[in-house]
Every structure is written in structure tokens, then in C-alpha cells.
Nanobody, 121 residues
Framework: QVQLVESGGGLVQAGGSLRLSCAAS????????MGWYRQAPGKQRELVAA???????NYADAVKGRFTISRDNAKNTVNLQMNSLKPEDTAVYYC???????????????WGQGTQVTVSS
């Protein structure tokens, strides 16, 4: 199993910033894409940002220009810098990665436990 441990959530006022971090453990695995999803109450989980092992990034339209995703392949970590936060960014944020065993061909999705981000108006 790949374990993802998140940190950095909290309460911030609108216009403020937060940085989320996620560390993946599991030396027997090859990690491909890493990313962040979020789920607000009563809504489906949605992609916020993703980054490939080669550094290609993908952002939801709602966060483009405000959020920046980055990763350290050597440490298997992924970060999400969130600036100019809005109340509508309030959600539980989940770290995600796609990984496979070194001896396997198929990638599977792994999820962190989630971290709450609350933006007050």
C-alpha cells in the first residue's frame, strides 16, 4: 500500500494563503501522477490540480492563477500553494497519487485522509 500523509490545512480569511503538503511512502512503488482533489459539503469530489512525474501540470479553471502545484520526485512529496483564497475554496482537500508496484504493470489510485480548508469571508 502507498500511504499519503497530508498537512497544512486550516482556517484562513478570504484573500489569504495556505500551503498543503503531502508525503507518499512505499519504497516498493513507482509513483506516476500526483494531485489534489477537494470535496465541499453536498458536492462531488473534484480535481483541483495534478502534476505528472515529468512536471506537467493541470489545474481546475476555478483555481488557475491562484494555486500552484509542485512536487519533489526524490522525496515523493507534492505541495499545493493556495493564494487569494475565496470562501468557495472551502472543502476537504485530498492528496492523490497513481502508483504501481515495481513488479506490476497496473497503476492504482491512492488517497490521503483529507485535510480541512476553511476560508472565511
Amino acid at each position: 500500500q502507498v500511504q499519503l500523509v497530508e498537512s497544512g490545512g486550516g482556517l484562513v480569511q478570504a484573500g489569504g494563503s495556505l500551503r498543503l503538503s503531502c508525503a507518499a511512502s512505499g519504497s516498493r512503488f513507482v509513483i506516476n501522477d500526483m494531485g489534489w482533489y477537494r470535496q465541499a459539503p453536498g458536492k462531488q469530489r473534484e480535481l483541483v490540480a495534478a502534476i505528472s512525474s515529468g512536471g506537467t501540470t493541470n489545474y481546475a479553471d476555478a483555481v488557475k492563477g491562484r494555486f500552484t502545484i509542485s512536487r519533489d520526485n526524490a522525496k515523493n512529496t507534492v505541495n499545493l500553494q493556495m493564494n487569494s483564497l475565496k470562501p468557495e475554496d472551502t472543502a476537504v482537500y485530498y492528496c492523490n497519487c497513481k502508483a504501481r508496484l515495481r513488479s506490476d504493470l497496473f497503476y492504482y489510485n491512492y488517497w490521503g485522509q483529507g485535510t480541512q480548508v476553511t476560508v472565511s469571508s
